[in-house]
């Protein structure tokens, strides 16, 4: 006689969404900080929550996501013009660590550093795809599209 395996009846734990917040700020002077991110998986930008203070000039976007590889686009901008975009891969830890994988910096103060087509097919597509949503990306993209 053979004997069928034991199954369990316990059900997994589903993962439980980590709260990842960055800081945003927009002052009336041009100054401009702002980070976003996009699925590997949907190839869309994940919706946030963004808390300001009451003058709207400072605050917070907040994402409420599951442990997995984003692409991260950040953006920082002086009341002077100066601009630093930098794009990163990063994985999201269990514990709410962000871990960068890789880094491209698009933009310094002033000049370009890399183009939309220096960076990798995927990391291009997801970026141009997206780019309603991103902020300053005007600053990055020399293509009419």
Known sequence: ??????TSNQTQ??????????????????GFDDTVLI??????????????TKS????????????????LYSVKRSNLGNTYIVIKVVQLKEDGALEELQKWELYERKEQKMTLDDLPENIRTLLINNKDQLPLFYYVSDQTE
Do not use: C, D, N
């Not at 006689?1 to 034991?6: A, C, G």
């Not at 699925?39 to 963004?50: A, E, P, T, Y």
């Open 1 to 6: 006689m053979s004997e069928k395996p034991q």
């Open 13 to 30: 734990a589903k993962p439980k969404p980590i709260v990842v917040s960055f800081e945003y700020r927009r002052t009336g002077m041009g």
């Open 39 to 52: 699925s590997f998986k949907s190839g869309k930008v994940i919706s946030s929550r963004l808390h300001t």
């Open 56 to 71: 709207g000039s400072h605050g917070t976007r907040t994402y409420l996501l599951f442990p997995a590889k984003y692409l």
